[in-house]
């Protein structure tokens, strides 16, 4: 599965692109925003590092599309709560970013069962994966293992490699969108954003 770092930017890159009628001209916030939400499902590890366990409920029901229409309602309530003017577009930040998740989990490397991620719960208790794996596994430990040996676990020389071809794929794939969009709306200053 992939890096929050990978996660990221291709929560930043989606969010960019799909958003219709977007001109460019992002603001920091919103890039932040779209990086977090595209790390969300992986918050399920938090649970269990109370508890000793840190992959103990990860890749479950946080890696489905029910948590991510959840996250979206959840954040849409929010910023409506808070008199955000574009909470439409924080709902967008929310959903996309969320399902682009699910995306690069379902075409990485899972190294521990069950396989692939729960998709379709509660309709469904299959886990999917692709045959076409784009991205590598991080170590995190494996089920069952203490907070302790998932931490040593992670700083390895495997996950550096994993972590350079997310930044190579997808650093340069959301660079070019930001540079792009960013061209764009200079060149159409008064464009509604």
């Given at each position: 599965m992939c890096s929050p770092i990978g996660h990221g930017l291709a929560g930043i890159a989606v969010g960019l692109i799909s958003r219709p009628g977007f001109k460019g001209g992002f603001s920091f916030?919103?890039?932040?925003?779209?990086?977090?939400s595209a790390n969300v499902p992986d918050l399920d590890f938090l649970p269990g590092l109370l508890i000793g366990d840190i992959n103990r409920w990860h890749h479950s029901y946080s890696?489905?599309?029910?948590?991510?229409?959840?996250y979206t309602v959840l954040a849409l309530l929010a910023a409506r709560g808070f008199?955000?003017?574009?909470?439409?577009?924080?709902g967008w930040l929310s959903l996309i970013p969320y399902l682009s998740h699910l995306l690069l989990d379902y075409l990485s490397l899972d190294r521990g069962a069950p396989f692939g991620i729960p998709l379709l719960w509660p309709l469904s208790d299959d886990y999917f994966y692709s045959e076409l794996l784009l991205f590598g596994?991080?170590?995190?430990?494996?089920?069952?293992?203490?907070?302790?040996?998932?931490?040593?676990?992670?700083?390895?020389?495997?996950?550096?490699?994993?972590?350079?071809?997310?930044?190579?794929?997808?650093?340069l794939l959301t660079g070019s969108i930001v540079t792009l969009k960013t061209i764009y709306s200079r060149s159409r200053p008064n464009q509604d954003q």
């Open positions: 916030s919103l890039y932040l925003y779209a990086f977090f890696h489905t599309l029910f948590a991510a229409l959840l008199g955000i003017k574009k909470w439409r577009l924080v596994a991080i170590d995190h430990g494996g089920f069952g293992a203490t907070n302790t040996e998932a931490l040593i676990d992670i700083f390895n020389y495997a996950n550096l490699l994993v972590i350079t071809r997310e930044l190579l794929i997808l650093g």
